[in-house]
């Protein structure tokens, strides 16, 4: 059965039950018939399958007159979304479903010998179970031996026997490789021959009853293979294999236990099993096939899959890119140019390999990665980011995510993921680039461009399962209809027959599995150094324990020792690849097992980074309610981490958006209403406000900036509904929000308060207190204090204090400031004198105040004192250690360089209002501010040096 999805849910839950009972009028039946199937009501417990007005799926496939070729029927739909033309019909009086439909216009196709079915509900977290087969056609052939479809290995020279039965008198006709080798005259109802076995034979048994109604019945003989046995030459490894210094060769290699012979076809072979490329066996590991193609001819396109000895076919699972035969006539060639074909006459996925290609000539080669601390990433899924989809048009986006002032961003899994349209999280190659969004070399500009603009790459991954796609699952799957695919067989090395914890979802890797290890570890060093990624978010990471079962959630919530060292094991591989790449769990898991990920290794300035979902006590406060409204956990403290581990966020991919909640459910308080749009996005300042604040890694969803509203389980109709979760969502550009100017005052305030973040060591301090709604001194709640202090430090602001209003009525709020004298707004540069640390502050519903320490110097950029001021970096980032600095209307202008640490490399005054500076730079490789101070305002600027 061919289940493809678009998309991935957080939990699939099957019921299993018996096969139901069914029946289908007339019987027997031709394909050209019309055909009524029947269930009865009592065969679907509708409560259970939490199903109202007796909606119920079939979800059916058909296959060709040998029981193979298995194809979808075209109304099915996405599993998690069945089309409404598969919705069975309902009969009150009878209690039964029923579809009447003629099966060569239901399945879109002639020459069907079987359909198989199940019944579903519309989202498939309930089906029935086992699949149901049906023969097509008034003529049935029984074959009895061989089983059809099966493989048979037998030796030259050995005799099988064949036999079969039928229904109704036929004559039969037995062919090998297409020809005749035996037939009979006088019609029958059974038949018997004895084959003698030469070689390879695709056979054929061909019954035909007096009405020239034909069926037919297939199977292979196969003779078994000498396998040689060689040790690997060393420059190759498990997957595609270039070698050092000639193009004319290319090495092959594919674990493959319980195999007892591999083939390589290939467009080199013109995809015909040929012993000349039978793999050889590793002396060492046995269970590795390696071989040496010769004769390659350079930059020229070659495709290829591996064929085992029980008919699997598949594409190489260390594949950097794949073709596939069910995606890729839906891209575009504006999203991948010149797309090669896929080979005509193949099917499921093929790999590609071709010699002599040219590196990409990368731009930045050293790029320093944001202190991980210090994180501000966007989390964002390109194919609802721009109308385009593709990484080009993500590029010409840069401007726009750069003056946000983010520094990193997260993109949902770009591996290879069935169809083209997903969340990614539906995997069935980790280690290649998924062609939905275009060309690696496209890819690679975008890292290119990132690093250019100090903005780090973190690629969501999800090594927690694989899809029934996956040549990791083909290899070794119960595939009772031939059709490629099926369930985990119990000789699989790299999966769980039977899932291992309550969140499973496909198929569930086995992490203890030396297989799967070395998979996970080739796949990181992939990413990490072919496109040069910056990190990773591990998805689910619950999963990787071997400890729980699918129905015990209570077990895999708890903390696991096997998962705990299974991780820390993938830490080091990781890590050892890239000493400094990122690493983040998403786990939502227990303190003390978050604890052995978040503290280790830290003393080497390592440690693993979790996610701190903090959607719902941000949302209370956004929405006006009290109740549950305390984010404290936001400090690394809280949860028992030595060092600032917890990237907080109050969005997700996986969360419903702040602002549809604002909209649809916060509070009113006479004629203030949180439902109020412009009153909504006021109040996502002050989200901002209180939370990029405090210090530590943070994490935002796309156009969270723009207060985007759309929930994350609207349809495409405009409905709101689970099984739309992971549908397409309208685009935020597409709809003018980046030109709405209540909508980009959200974004303006945001970047503002990520500058001042970035802009000022103290955010980087381990001393903060988050206080929100501390009832004991605001008994009304929904008061936010913030405060940040580094009493290390010497000069500049050592001192933060934000305070938050997220009541719908004016508060006059407590500052509590830790000192009194002078106080600087570091949003708009207005100084207080502060003579008293308790004299309450007025806010009003939905106010925010960020204040620093006065130093006797503006605290940050000024703005709005002179728009005509501007600084410029030429050429950033600098090479040859000439920066090229180009300032307009500085007067009296002086510029001052410090590292991100805040301490002064050095300062000198500008002899023109207007002008270019060339500055010698000796610096160390880095990031450093450049400060221009004048007359006319005040302008800062990030500049990388290489």
């Known amino acids: 059965m061919k289940k493809f999805y678009s998309g991935i849910l957080l939990l699939i839950t099957i019921f299993v039950f018996g096969q139901i009972n069914y029946t289908i009028t007339p019987n027997p039946f031709n394909e050209t018939d019309q055909i009524t199937l029947t269930v009865p009501g009592d065969q679907i417990d509708e409560s259970a399958w939490g199903v109202s007005n007796h909606t119920i799926y079939i979800w059916s496939w058909s296959l060709d007159t040998n029981y193979g070729n298995s194809q979808n029927c075209p109304t099915n739909g996405s599993w998690d979304n069945s089309d409404d033309l598969n919705k069975l019909n309902y009969d009150t009086t009878t209690d039964t479903y029923s579809l009447t439909f003629t099966p060569t216009a239901f399945f879109g196709r002639t020459g069907i010998g079987r359909f198989g079915f199940l019944l579903k509900n519309k989202t498939g977290s309930h089906q029935t179970t086992p699949d149901i087969f049906v023969n097509v056609g008034v003529l049935n052939l029984t074959l009895t031996n061989p089983l059809p479809n099966s493989l048979t290995s037998v030796p030259s020279g050995s005799s099988v026997s064949v036999t079969a039965t039928t229904n109704v008198n036929a004559t039969f006709q037995l062919k090998a490789n297409g020809v005749v080798v035996n037939s009979t005259s006088a019609p029958g109802t059974s038949y018997s021959y004895n084959y003698t076995v030469s070689a390879d034979a695709n056979m054929e048994l061909i019954a035909t009853d007096t009405n020239s109604n034909s069926k037919n019945a297939a199977f292979i003989l196969q003779l078994p293979r000498n396998v040689v046995s060689e040790a690997i030459p060393a420059w190759i490894k498990q997957g595609i294999n270039y070698h050092p210094t000639d193009h004319t060769k290319v090495g092959l290699a594919l674990y493959a236990p319980h195999k007892n012979f591999v083939h390589v076809i290939g467009s080199f072979n013109n995809w015909v099993v040929n012993d000349t490329y039978l793999m050889k066996r590793d002396t060492t590991n046995p269970d590795l096939y390696w071989i040496e193609l010769n004769g390659i001819t350079p930059s020229q396109l070659y495709t290829f899959q591996y064929r085992t000895n029980d008919l699997k076919k598949v594409a190489d699972p260390f594949s950097p890119q794949i073709l596939s035969s069910y995606d890729d006539q839906w891209i575009s060639a504006s999203t991948y140019p010149n797309l090669p074909p896929f080979p005509a006459g193949q099917d499921f996925e093929v790999s590609l390999f071709k010699t002599g290609q040219a590196g990409y000539n990368w731009q930045v080669t050293n790029f320093q990665r944001p202190n991980k601390e210090n994180l501000v990433v966007y989390e964002l899924l390109l194919r609802d980011f721009t109308q385009e989809k593709n990484w080009q048009s993500l590029i ?130 992939q990413w990490l150094t072919e496109y040069k990624i910056d990190g990773f978010r591990w998805d689910l990471t619950k999963g990787f324990t071997q400890n729980c079962s699918e129905n015990d959630e209570n077990c895999t919530n708890a903390y696991q020792q096997d998962r705990v060292d299974i991780l820390k094991s993938y830490a080091d591989k990781q890590w050892a690849i890239d000493p400094n790449s990122y690493m983040i769990f998403e786990h939502l898991g227990t303190d003390a097992e978050e604890q052995q990920w978040a503290n280790y290794r830290v003393a080497e300035g390592k440690g693993v980074m979790l996610w701190n979902k903090q959607t719902e006590p941000y949302n209370q406060n956004t929405m006006g309610y009290k109740d549950n409204s305390n984010f404290d956990r936001m400090d690394h403290e809280l949860h028992g981490f030595n060092t600032m581990n917890v990237v907080g966020y109050g969005e997700s991919h996986d969360e419903e958006r702040l602002m549809f909640k604002n909209l649809e459910y916060g509070a009113i308080n006479g004629a203030y209403s949180v439902k109020n749009l412009n009153t909504a996005l006021e109040r996502m300042k002050t989200f901002g406000a209180t939370f990029f604040t405090i210090p530590g890694p943070k994490m935002i969803w796309q156009f969270g900036e723009l207060g985007y509203e759309f929930s994350i389980n609207r349809c495409a109709d405009g409905s709101i509904n689970n099984g739309c979760r992971t549908d397409e969502k309208p685009i935020a550009f597409t709809l003018g929000y980046d030109n709405n100017t209540n909508r980009t005052a959200v974004y303006d305030t945001w970047a503002k308060i990520i500058n001042i973040r970035n802009t000022y060591p103290v955010f980087t301090s381990k001393t903060y207190t988050v206080e929100s709604n501390n009832l004991s001194n605001d008994p009304d709640g929904l008061i936010t204090r913030i405060y940040v202090y580094d009493n290390l430090l010497t000069n500049g602001v050592k001192n933060i204090v934000v305070l938050a209003n997220y009541n719908t009525s004016a508060k006059n709020v407590v500052p509590y400031f830790p000192y009194t004298g002078q106080w600087q707004n570091l949003m708009d540069n207005s100084i207080s004198n502060i003579t008293s640390t308790t004299a309450p502050i007025t806010l009003q519903p939905g106010e925010f105040r960020i204040f620093g320490n006065y130093t006797g110097n503006l605290s940050t950029i000024d703005e709005n004192a002179d728009q005509r001021l501007s600084l410029q970096i030429i050429d950033n980032p600098v090479k040859d250690k000439i920066a090229r600095l180009k300032y307009y209307k500085a007067k009296n202008g002086e510029i001052s360089i410090y590292d991100m640490t805040g301490k002064k490399m050095e300062s000198f005054k500008l002899k023109n209002e207007n002008g270019t500076y060339e500055l010698k730079t000796s610096y160390p490789s880095g990031n450093y501010l450049v400060h221009l101070k004048s007359d006319t305002g005040v302008a800062i600027q990030k500049m990388i040096v290489k």
């Open 396 to 525: 010409n986006k840069i401007t726009y995510l750069k003056n946000l002032n983010i520094n990193a961003i997260e993109l949902l899994p770009i591996m290879e993921f069935e169809g083209n349209l997903s969340w990614g999280y539906n995997t069935s190659f980790h280690y290649a680039l998924d062609k939905a969004y275009g060309t690696p070399e496209k890819f690679k500009e975008f890292i290119d461009l990132c690093h250019q603009n100090g903005i780090a790459v973190i690629l969501d991954i999800a090594f927690n399962h694989a899809t029934g796609r996956s040549p990791l699952v083909r290899l070794w799957n119960i595939d009772p209809d031939g059709d490629g695919y099926g369930n985990v067989a119990a000789n699989n090395p790299y999966f769980n027959q039977v899932p291992k914890h309550s969140y499973n979802v496909f198929n569930d890797f086995n992490h203890s599995s030396a297989a799967t290890q070395y998979y996970v570890e080739r796949t990181l060093k």
